[in-house]
Structure formats: C-alpha cells, structure tokens
C-alpha cells in the first residue's frame, strides 16, 4: 500500500516511498546522517540520538532513523545545533567508558572513532568516569570488553531479529545499564548462543571482537546482518 | 629585529612516542627551527622553562605531583599551550589504571610484583595522583593534537599554523589512536 | 445486590444514602495515608470501641481526606438536621470528649472544630447535610479552602471509599448509565472534546481528540489505561484520589472504554502505594459484584472489566510507552513514537492512556455538559487541577484550584505565606520535571503554557515551595540526581548526560566549579532537553535551566564566593546563623567559649569578626534569629544580647587596655600601603579596623566632627550610648588608624587628590539624603525629614517639634523619630500605608515605641500635608487604604479607598527612607546604577575606576548596619588580595580550641530576653532602654545552642 511522496532534504527534493524513514531516504541518496545504533537490516530504536534532524514545522528536533516521511516533510539533517549537538553525545559516549583507541583491535575501523574525528572532536570536554568494567573471554571465539560497548544494543537486535537467539538484552538502568549475555551469564556459558558471530559484526566498536586480533586487526563485515535481512524480506 | 618565537616541549606521564613523532617530521625540523626556538624540553639543555613561552608543546597525561606542577608552569609561563598526543588529551593508557585506587596499584607493582626487597618507594618518587588526568582537566589547553602518537604531518600543520599566526586546524588529520 | 435495572438502582442508592445520611449521628474519620500516618487508625478505633462499649446509636465510617494535611486526622461529625463539622488534629484521647459532647447535643472542644459543610454539591448529586452552628466558618472561609474549586476531589473526605454504595448514594454510575443509555458514543467525545479537557499528567494533550484517534481505530481489541505511576518526589495527588474516591476512577474509565470501543481497562498503579491499590482492588470487587463491571455492565448488555496491574516504581515507567512496555513484561524501557499508543499500544493493539485526575474529569462533563466544565479555570485550559502544596508555606496539603489561577493565591492565600512568617524565595513546580520560579514572578498564572514559558512545567501538580534555607543549587542538584538515576539508560544524552551534569553539579556544591563549568552545564542541559528520546530526559534538565536562569547569582556565590546562603552545601557553610550574619560571625565558636567562663577569649572571637560588636549587639537587625534551627524546638537562640554582653564585659571594664593589646598582637607586619577610607559609619570603620591589622596605614576621612556615621547621629541615645561607640572607637584607633574629621571629600579635598596619595581608596559615604517624595505641603514650617531631626538629637542642637507629631514611614528611622519625639514631650503618631508585619522596622522596636504610648495607624496613605495661612502644619490627610492582591514581595497590595482620615499635628516627620548624595554620585565620576547607588563588581567590590572601591549603602542604597559592616570586612580582604597579590586575610585569625560536642538533648527552656527599663520612666529620658542580659542569664541562653556547626564525624 505504500505509495511516493516528495520530501525536501537539506532543500533537495527527493521522491521517497511511505514507511520509508527519514535517514533511508537521506543514505539512499546519499546524504549520510550519522547514526550509531541504526543498522540497515535490523529495527530502528532511536538510541544514540547522533540522527536528531530539523524538520520544518514541527518544533522539536526528531531522530531520522524512526520517523517516517511524508508528502511535503523539508528536513535539515546539519546545521551548527544539530552538529553542536552530535559533537556533545559523541563526547558523552567517549567520557562514560575507557575508549582507549591506541590499544583497541577496532582503532581504524571504529564507527565511534570514525564519527569523533569527522565531527571534530578534538577533546573530550566532561569529565571521564573512569569506571572498572569487565573484559568477557568465556567465548571461545569471541571478547567482548565491556570497556568499549556504547549500549547502542545492535548486537541485541542482530541476534533477536536476525539469528533468533536473543542471547543479549540489558541489566540494569541509566548509566549502570550493562550489556548481559542470557541472564547474566557469561557469554561461554550462554546454552542459547550459537556462535554465529553476527553481534560481532554488528558492533560499531571493539566491544566485541573476534579472538587473535591485535590492535588495529579486527574488520567487521558489517553487510553481513542487512544481506540477511534482505534476503529474508521476500519469505 | 622581532624577537624569534619559542618553543618550548615537556614530557610527562607518557611513552616519548610524541616527542619521537615530533622529531620525525624530518626536515620539517629545519623548516620550525628557522622560524623559531626550542628553549625547553627533553631535546635541550635548560634547567627550568622560561617565561615568556609562546608556544608550549605537552605530550602526556598528568599522574603525578610533578606532572602538575610542570604543567601549571607551562601554562603560566606560556601563550599557547599544545596538548601532544592522546595521552595529554584523553588520559589513553596511563588513565587505564584510575579504576584501581593508588595504594593498590602501588603494592602490585612494588610489593606483590617485586622479587627483591619488597616496598613502595616514598622518597625521591614524585607522590601520585589519584587519577591519571587529561592536561584540560586541569589547565587551560588551546590546542589538542591527539593521535597515539600523532601523525608527524600533524604535528608540522599545528606548529606552521601557530608560528605563521592562523588558528591551527587538523581537518581529516585529526585522528585518535 | 446486581444493579440490573433501573430500580435495583435506585435501591442501591437507597442503601448508600442511609449510610451516608442515617438517623442517628455519624462520625467519619479521614483515613488516607497522609490521615493514618498522623493517627487516624488509632482514632478509628477507638471510635469504634467506645461507640461499641456505650451502646451508642452511632454511624462510624472510614472516608478518603479532604486535602487539609496540616490539620490531619480530619473527623467529619453529623447529626440529623445540622452541618457536617469538620474536626482537625484529632487523637484518640480527644474520642471520649467528643462523644460525651454529641451526647449532650454539644459541639466537641473548641480547639477542635475546623469547619462546617451544610451542603455539598458532589456534581453527581446534591447532598444536604443541615443548616446551623453559625459560629463555625464554612469550609470555604478558611484560608486553605479560598478559591479551591473540588472537581475532581468533589467526594473525596466525605463518602466511604470502601463503599460502592455511598458512591452510588451520590449520583455516582449515573453519568455512565446515562451514556449507556444514549449510546452514542460520539456525542460523548464532541462533549470531551467541547469541555477542553487536556490530560492532567503533564503534557496537556486535549483528551477527546485522543478518544477519537482511539474510537476510529479499527481493531476488536483495543484498551484504556489509566496511569497512576505517580512517581513525582511531593506529589500525592493520584494517591489521595485513588484512597479517597475509587469508583469515580472506574466511572470515568467505564465510559473512557463504552465511547472509544475498548473492552478493557488496565490502571496501572505504583506498587509503592498499598493503600490505593487495596481500595481500588476492593472497588473492582464491589463493582464486578454489583454489575457495574463484566459482562453486562448495569444491565446495558456492555461488557468492560478493569484489572489493576502494579508497577514496580520505576519512574520512567510514568511514560506511558515504558509504561506499555512494563505492563507488556519488558523492562521499563521507553520508545520512539510513532506509532502511537493509539495505533500500536499494549501488545500492539490500539490503546488510550489517561491520567488518574484525567479520568476524575469524565463523569462530571457527562453528567453537567461541558458548557459547566469550561466555565471555570482559563479558556485555553478549562477546569482544575489538583496541586500537593508543600514546602515552607504555614498551610499544606492538597489543593484544587482552577486553572490558570496565580501563583501568589496558592502560596500567599491558600498556603497563608512561608512558615513562621518568613519570605519565600521560590517554588518549584512539576517535580523533577518542572522548574524553579522564583517569587518575583508570583503573578504568573499556573496553566500548561505559561508555565512552560518559563522553562517550568505543570507536570502532576507538585508544588514544593522553598525559602531562603533551601540552596537552589542543590535542589537542581537533588533532582538531577533522582532523574539520572531514574533514568532507563536507553538513549545517550539522559543516560550519560545527567550523569555528566550531576558532576558539575556536585563540583558546584563543594566550591570547586568554574564559570566555564557553568557553561558547559548549560550547553549539556540543553542538548539533553533536546535531543532525549522520552519525556524524562526532555524534561529532567529544568530545574538546572530554570535555577540558571532565575537563580544564577547563587550558582556563582558558590564558585565565587565559595558560599552557599542556604547553608545547605556543608562545605560552604559552617552553621546557619553564622551564614545568615553579613559579617559572618563564627557565632557557635563565641556562644561556646562564653559558656566556658572564657571571657577573653570569647571576646577575641567576637571582635576578629566584628569590630563593632558592642553596638551591632544593640541596633543589628539579627537576621541570624530568622535563621536559628532552635525556633523549630521553641525560640531562636539570642546571639546579638550575648554578644553585646561578651563586648560590654570588657568595653566597659578595666579589661579593656589589656585586650586592646591582645588584638594589636593579631597586627601583621607593615606593609607600607597606605589606604584611604572615605567616611566613618560602620562600613568604614569595619574596612579600616581589618586593613590597619592587616599591617597597611589608614587613614579615614568623615565630614563629621567624630566617627560612628549613622551609629552617632541618626541611632538615639536610647538604643546605642555613645559612651559605648566612643569605647569601640578608640579601640579601632589604637590598631593604628588615623581619622581626619571635618573633611568633605568632594569640596575640601578632591578623589583625585586622594587617588595621588594613597594605594588604594574605600568610599563608604552612606546614604544621609531624604528620599524625594510626591507630597504637597512638604514645603511647609514643621516638616522635617527624619535623619536630620535624628542628627540634630544627637547633637543636643535645638530641635524645632511641636506637641503634636506625625512621623511618616514603617522603617526603623521612623520608629526611633517617634520615639525621639515622644521623649521630648510629644503627642506621636505613626502613618503607615500598609499592615503591621509588612513594617520594615524591627518588631521589637515598634512594640518598644507602642508601650512608649507612639500610636500607629496602618492603611493609612499620606496624601497631603495641611498648613495653615502662616505656612504652618496643622494636619496630615492620609487616604485609608485596603488590603489588594499580594504583589511579589508576598505582602498584599495597599489599595486606596474614598475614606480620608486626618491627624492633626503641627510637625510631619518625613521617614520615607534615604539616599546617596547625588552631587557627590556626580562629582566622583564613577559609574552608578539606575537606582542611585554606585555600580561595583559584586564580588571584589571594585568600582568603574581602577584602585577605587566602594562598599554599604553607598552601593546597596539605604540598609542597616551589619549589612554595612559586612561590605567594609569584606572590602579590607579584597583590597589587601589586590595590593598584596595573595590571601592573607585569614592569617589574622588565631585557631581557638573549644569543645566540640553537641548537646545530646536540647536544652530546656525558652529564649532569656534583657529585662527593660519600664515604659513610664524611659519616656522622660534618653537612658538606654535595654538594660541587657546578666552573664547568669547569658550562660544560660549559650546552653540553648544546637550547635550546628558540628558535623559528623562519619563524613
């Protein structure tokens, strides 16, 4: 029943389907909206708050990944409040845990790094809360070092939505939310992983990791989570 | 004549990488030191850095008394200040051990780690911090350079961008790591 | 009984009304949980047991409360044919008084009858209670009650909650069995839509048009929730309401479900609230039993039930999607809409969430149309809303008001002003959510949009109002603190944002933040109000934007000043009475070392802090009084009579040269600086007495033959001896100061000149010039303004009053010119346009002057002065005024009538307050403010020129003395910074050991006032009128200390 609509994207009018969102447009024509939790593949949530756009009319800022377009809708995905913005959530991500780029298998192909340094984060101006979080090794294959998780929850979503485990969720609230395997198990212990690996490849940090990389090592193959899904899609 | 501007560099909790970086911009040296002058630092003589600094060049994180100390100096007695490399500007991997208090830390390494007289040296040791800190944490930084180390390209844009007088812009330099 | 028909209806409410009305008297006892926690059951029971072992023929019943909560427990009180009588605060010693008095056909004790209902329109129904016992006020002439509008409490306090009998005895289920009956849906939703009913949980969003997305949803399976996840700290409204009144809840939900096509209902309550769940749970009992719920609801061939489904208290789970989410077996956790709840809500299918109060609304718009509905509150905003008033107002509880009804009703009329008559700084509105407003805008009027104009919002109805001992800094901080740990950890910026601003924050309270931390907080909470994902992160930066905005001067006191004024941030302040004093008087450390027979010591401490602590002991204002935390066990502690006593024990004694010589052993070495002070007050004097120990040469310049400033000519002889001043003086002098009289600077001598000679210079002039004031006939023989008539007294000049004076103003210069003038012989009336507690003299001073025989007349507005043909006084016409509106400074506004009075006099003492000279403002060439003052940085206290500062009323304009001092002390410490480059100033302070032990059990016994010289003998002389305390009497008043400046040994 979807039918097109025309929108107006940083004042390009572009032609959309309904139930299309505002960031799917923007990506398929190649404006990038910067999004961490977003995955193409897997559910939006409107978690990390980086894809915060203006649209006209409506008086408060709206994540691009969940709100779906319509006739008319004119968005401005960059001005100097939204990057004002995305600058001050990047660095919050960075002063909550121990991102400690230079000893991290995913330095070079980290999204938070990679979105920090072309947003101009040249510092981290909060303070860093420093805390003693633990690193999981029980996986024979995979890590996963809470140090670096951003609780974007992609891991959560690729194994529910896409492998059908859901082997993670979360504990806790606020800024002791903690990413847990089953309940609270260590992840080698969790009898409903099957190791299939997709919430590695969905992570956009080092959080998790293959096993025998070292610093700088580890590339993901992110398209393996939306090749999936798409595939799926015609079933 | 116009006095030359100087420079002056100083290490503190950190690995020297930057400072190795900063003499591998190769005959970019040449090209800095015609403009300007190196008063202080690991790569020179003085004693005690000098007033009247224009330019400030700090790699490391503060751990220790001493570090604060020195960088309360640079920054008094400094225009610009420069924080060099991740560990000035994020903490990086000396801030890896501000989740374990000091006193813990200290007997691991000094006490359960050591094979020959045991004991946690007090004197001629500056005391440390609590926490390993970023230089912002506690003086005024203007410039962060970050990178681990920053590339040598880097480091040469910031300097010509600050002796030739422009607000100093890494661009797609900027890299952590 | 099954209400299957019309006359089982009827039958039921036969039932209810002989419950609610029976033939014999009833007592009903207001058992809420505010009413319990005050000893309702305890009451309840004994009721229940002495009605029992008399055999009296008496009705007891349970109800919900009336909203009084500073008169709880409340106990309604009935016989046939008379009022409901209200009683409050009563315990189950008061039952056999009671019981013997309704015995005897008599009213119960005096003391504890609040208040009569004769008739009570429950909206529903009418019910007619009696008519008599005219001595006791109605309900609504009670403060509390003025203005409330019980809509949605309409029943509650007067029916038995646990009833679904008395309910129906009221009218209620008759709006629904009317819907019922129409069935038409839709014409109930036009009515909801046509009343404006907007959703009372907060947000304000129309509740008929959400009924509407809900009704045309095309889905079997739709539901409606009612949300009663009141997690708001101060917030109890929904509490009461569900404890008081279940089956208006069910009603309103009922007809929410027949009108939109819902089949279920779902309320959804905190688990943290037992009795509301226990109620409820007994309501849908009843109600199912009755027919009411199930299958065929009042035989209308309806099917709706209602489960009730607690929550486990997270606060986020109020967001009605993490409310969803709970309720669905997830974590609490919000998500982006859309969808809507309307279109996808609990396991998808289409639902509507309401409000408790929302639902309270429903069944009165039903049954009375929405014409009624709109008729109260504002047009955009129809209706009332329930709002827990709490706080330091002298009267809490719940209160209904409509909307858009002002602030200043609520907390001046309704709450009868701050506790113990003490002003009001703000109040904070919509719990953790909301913001801060301070009380300069207590005019604003409390609707959905006007609050969030200004960053606050209405959210559930909390209203906590704070005084000058709450720290804004640290209410923001308190609710940051709730809100990042209540928040769900979903999205980024609340998550890891409030974390970051509690940081700042807690830096801010310890005196450790910056100005750039400031900003960064700003900017934070900023983001995080925009960019959160739900309703909690949005609003939980308010009350860090609102206190920035309206309170900053107190973010900045605490990183400039490194003072919190509350005394709340323990870090930044010692005790509160030492806070309170402008000169910051360790008062505790004196008190102490008094109490330790310790007199040289004592007096040590008192005069390092004050250096005119004989006379402060006399004239201060004590604002160390209002601040004492003994007045919460009976009276404040009496600091300024003990340190007067401390000061004149050795003043006054042959102690004096030795301690003279003590102080000067404080002296630090010279410096060679050299210091110019202009003007002798107090202000001057303090700033010369700390800058010549400080080592510097001072020299004070005054136009007056000897110092003191105000103290020497404007105070009487009677409050202050100059024999006293003359001793403080001279001990100032002998720490090395240099006074040059007779001097005016400005004419004999230029700032230039002095700006040559000296390193530094303090202006400290004061303000000796009479405040211009529209009056004809001020030009007339036998007017006078009071400073210099006062001046003139002092000098033992020739003053020119006649028999009969009138003394125009309410401040402390027009209670001593009446009292002056009293005591050379004249008839004295004060005019005063508005009450006496609004008077800004010292009330002692003004009751001082009554016993003298000064007579006042308050509401009395000077309008002209009469002269006679020889440009003589004869009269002053004062316009009686009334008591208006309060305006912001929480007084109310003297409005004018037609009646004019008029005193005959042939002398007007003009006491209208004082300003700053303004040739000598010009002359100076720096810059000043609008109000006449000179403009300085409000911490170095550094004027517009280099090296100049200025300080006391010269900056403040006309205040009072410890004030002045207070600027002086602290100017000698800026001046010594600036001209030394380092703190030294608390280098001149000795460490003094003295026990440190709290008393365990206060001391008894009230505060010790010095005895006075009687009424009859002090108006014929200038003697001082206070005679002082005996150092028995002031030992004893040390003992009554609490020692606030002790702090646990745990921290």
């Known amino acids: 029943m979807s039918e097109k609509v025309k929108v107006r994207i940083d004042g390009e009018v572009l032609t959309a389907t309904t139930g299309q969102t505002i960031l799917e447009v923007a990506r398929a024509n190649n404006t990038y909206i ?14 990390c708050r980086l894809c915060m756009v203006e649209i006209s009319g409506v008086g408060k800022l709206q994540p691009a990944c969940t709100t779906p377009v319509q006739e008319g809708l004119a968005v401005v995905t960059a001005s100097p409040q939204l990057e004002a913005y995305r600058k001050i959530a990047l660095e919050l991500l960075f002063a909550e845990r121990n991102h400690v780029c230079a000893v991290c298998v995913s330095s070079g192909h980290c999204e938070l790094q990679t979105l920090a340094q ?118 | 004549m116009m006095d030359r501007p100087t420079i002056g560099t100083c290490w503190l909790d950190g690995c020297s990488g930057c400072h190795m970086s900063l003499l591998d911009i190769d005959e970019g040296v040449v090209a800095v030191l015609r403009k300007a002058d190196i008063v202080f630092g690991p790569l020179v003589d003085a004693q005690e850095w000098p007033e009247g600094v224009d330019v400030a060049v700090v790699e490391g994180a503060i751990s220790s008394q001493d570090d604060l100390r020195l960088a309360q100096t640079a920054r008094a007695r400094s225009s610009v200040v420069v924080a060099l490399g991740d560990c000035a500007v994020t903490g990086n991997v000396p801030a890896m051990r501000n989740g374990i208090p000091t006193r813990k830390l200290l007997e691991r390494i000094y006490v359960e780690g050591a094979t020959d007289q045991p004991q946690i040296p007090t004197e001629g040791v500056p005391a440390l911090l609590k926490q390993a800190q970023p230089l912002h944490q506690s003086i005024r930084v203007d410039v962060h350079v970050p990178g681990c180390p920053p590339k040598p390209n880097a480091i040469l844009t910031v300097l010509s961008d600050l002796l030739e007088g422009r607000e100093p812009d890494l661009g797609s330099r900027l890299r952590f790591g | 009984m099954r209400i299957g028909d019309i006359a089982a209806f009827a039958a039921v409410r036969e039932a209810g009304l002989a419950k609610l009305l029976p033939n014999r008297p009833r007592i009903a006892v207001g058992m809420g949980t505010c009413g319990s926690g005050n000893g309702a059951e305890s009451v309840f029971h004994a009721f229940s047991s002495e009605i029992e072992r008399r055999g009296l023929a008496i009705h007891l019943a349970p109800v919900g409360c009336f909203g009084y909560c500073a008169e709880e427990p409340l106990v309604n009180i009935w016989v046939p044919g008379r009022p409901l009588v209200m009683l409050r605060q009563v315990q189950a010693n008061h039952v056999d008084a009671i019981l013997e008095a309704l015995g005897r056909g008599q009213l119960p004790p005096e003391d504890l009858v609040l208040c009569r209902i004769e008739e009570w329109d429950h909206l529903t129904g009418h019910v007619k209670y009696g008519y008599g016992y005219p001595e006791i006020p109605y309900w609504h002439e009670l403060p509390f009650f003025t203005g409330q509008v019980k809509t949605v409490l309409r029943n509650c306090g007067l029916i038995n909650p646990d009833d679904i009998e008395e309910y129906v005895a009221i009218g209620g ?75 208006a809840l069910l009603e309103g939900m009922l007809i929410g479900g027949y009108v939109t096509g819902a089949r279920r209902g779902i309320v959804y309550v905190r688990a943290e609230y037992p009795l509301a769940v226990l109620r409820l749970e007994r309501a849908i009992d009843q109600a199912r039993e ?91 905003s129809p209706g009332t809303k329930v709002f827990s008033l709490v706080g330091k107002v002298r009267s809490t509880g719940l209160v209904e008001m409509p909307l858009g009804t002002p602030l200043a009703r609520f907390i001046y009329d309704v709450g009868e002003g701050g506790t113990n008559g003490r002003d009001i700084k703000a109040v904070q509105t919509g719990g953790p959510s909301g913001g801060c407003i301070p009380a300069d805008m207590f005019d604003t009027p409390v609707d959905y949009e006007t609050l969030a104009q200004l960053g606050s919002i209405m959210g559930s109805g909390g209203m906590v109002v704070m005084d000058a001992d709450n720290c804004m800094v640290d209410v923001a901080r308190y609710f940051i603190e709730f809100t990042h740990s209540e928040s769900c950890g979903k999205c ?176 630090l070495e010279p410096t060679g600086r050299e210091v110019a002070i202009v003007g002798a007050g107090p202000t001057g004097l303090a700033c010369a007495f700390y800058l010549a120990l400080l080592g510097h040469s001072v020299v004070v310049y005054d136009s007056r033959p000897a110092a003191g400033g105000m103290l020497r000519y404007a105070l009487p002889e009677y409050r202050l001896p100059k024999a006293v001043l003359d001793r ?87 209670i001593d010119s009446a009292r002056t003038a009293r005591r050379l012989g004249a008839e004295v009336t004060v005019v005063y346009r508005r009450e006496r507690k609004d008077m800004p003299a010292i009330p002692e001073e003004v009751e001082a002057a009554e016993h003298e025989g000064v007579k006042v007349a308050y509401l009395a507005a000077p309008h002209r002065i009469v002269g ?171 003992s009554r200390c609490l020692r606030c400046d002790i702090r646990s040994a745990e921290r």
């Open chain 1, 34 to 47: 910067p999004a961490l939790c977003y995955m193409e593949g897997l559910s939006a949530v409107g978690a």
């Open chain 1, 118 to 235: 072309d947003h101009g984060v040249t510092h981290v101006r909060y303070p860093y809360g420093y805390p003693r979080l633990a690193v999981d090794t029980s996986h024979p294959r995979y890590v996963l070092d809470h140090n670096r998780c951003i609780l974007c929850s992609r891991c959560v979503r690729a194994c529910a939505e896409i492998e059908g485990a859901h082997v993670w969720d979360f504990a806790g609230r606020g800024i002791r939310s903690m990413l847990v395997s089953e309940l609270s198990r260590p992840w080698g212990e969790a009898t409903t992983c099957t190791s299939c690996g997709k919430c590695v490849q969905a992570c956009p940090t080092g959080a998790m990791a293959e096993k025998g990389w070292g610093v700088e090592e580890m590339t993901k193959q992110r398209s393996v989570v939306s090749r999936l899904s798409s595939m799926r899609e015609g079933e």
């Open chain 3, 173 to 247: 289920y008759q709006a629904l069995y009317k819907v019922l009956i129409d069935q038409n849906p839709a014409a109930v939703i036009e009515q909801v839509k046509a009343a404006k009913l907007r959703g009372r949980g907060g947000a304000g969003y129309l509740t008929g048009n959400k009924w509407e997305f809900l009704q045309k949803a095309v889905d079997p399976d739709k539901y409606v929730i009612c949300n009663a996840d009141e997690g708001d700290p101060g917030a109890y409204m929904n509490r009461n309401e569900i404890e008081s009144d279940p089956h």
């Open chain 3, 290 to 380: 009755y027919g009411v719920l199930g299958t065929d609801v009042l035989g209308r061939g309806f099917a709706f039930d209602i489960e009730l489904v607690e929550g486990a208290g997270a606060f986020v789970c109020g967001e009605e999607t993490a409310l969803i989410a709970s309720l669905e077996g997830h974590s609490g956790r919000p998500r982006t809409r859309p969808p809507f709840p309307a279109q996808k809500g609990l396991y998808d299918k289409p639902t509507n969430i309401n409000n408790v109060e929302t639902w309270y609304n429903v069944a009165p718009i039903v049954s009375k149309g929405p014409a009624w509905f709109t008729e109260t509150g504002s047009p955009k």
């Open chain 3, 492 to 667: 980024v910026p609340c998550r890891v944002g409030l974390d970051k601003a509690l940081w700042i924050l807690d830096r801010c309270t310890l005196g450790k933040a910056t100005h750039q931390d400031l900003q960064a907080l700003d900017e934070l909470c900023r983001m995080v109000r925009d960019t959160s994902l739900c309703g909690l992160g949005q609003s939980a930066p308010n009350p860090v934007l609102t206190t920035l905005r309206h309170f900053r001067h107190e973010f900045e006191d605490h990183i400039v000043a490194k003072r919190c004024r509350a005394g709340v941030c323990e870090d930044l302040a010692l005790s509160p009475c030492e806070n309170s004093c402008p000169l910051h008087m360790n008062i505790p450390r004196f008190l102490q070392l008094y109490r330790e027979g310790r007199l040289e010591d004592a007096f040590l401490s008192v005069i390092l802090d004050n250096p005119l602590p004989a006379s402060t002991g006399r004239v201060c204002q004590h604002p160390c009084d209002d601040r004492c935390r003994r007045a919460a066990v009976d009276e404040a502690v009496n600091m300024r009579d003990v340190h007067r006593l401390i000061a004149d024990e050795v003043l006054l004694s042959d102690r004096f040269d030795a301690m003279v010589e003590r102080v000067r052993e404080r002296r």
């Open chain 3, 728 to 814: 403080e003086v001279e001990l100032i002098e002998r720490m090395g100061v240099r006074f040059l009289f007779n001097v005016n600077v400005g004419e004999d001598v230029t700032l230039n000149d002095i700006a040559h000679q000296y390193d530094a210079v303090f202006l400290a002039i004061g303000t000796w010039k009479e405040a211009w004031v529209y009056l004809p006939g001020t030009e007339l023989t036998g007017v006078i303004p009071a400073l210099p008539f006062l001046e003139a007294v002092a000098r033992d000049e020739e003053v020119p009053v006649g028999k009969s004076v009138v003394v125009i103003g309410g401040g402390n210069a027009a």
């Open chain 3, 868 to 1038: 006679d043909r020889n440009g003589q006084v004869r009269a002053l016409e004062a316009v009686r005024t009334k008591l208006g509106e309060f305006d912001t400074s929480g007084r109310r506004r003297p409005v004018p009538t037609d009646e004019v009075v008029r005193f005959e006099c042939d002398t007007v003492v003009l006491a209208v307050g004082e300003t700053v000279d303004p040739d000598f403002l010009k002359a100076s060439g720096l810059k000043a403010k609008e109000a006449g003052t000179i403009e300085v940085d409000r911490y170095s206290l550094e004027t517009s020129r280099e090296r100049f500062y200025a300080g006391g009323d010269l900056i403040t304009g006309a205040s009072n003395v410890s004030n002045a001092m207070g600027y002086g002390k602290k100017a000698a410490r800026n001046i010594d910074k600036r001209l030394m480059g380092r703190k030294r100033f608390p280098d001149l302070f000795p460490a003094f050991e003295y026990a440190m032990e709290p008393p365990e059990t206060p001391e008894e016994g009230g505060r010790h006032v010095p005895p006075e010289l009687p009424a009859a003998a002090r108006v014929r002389t200038y003697d001082e009128v206070s005679l002082g305390l005996t150092s028995v009497a002031a030992v004893a008043e040390t």
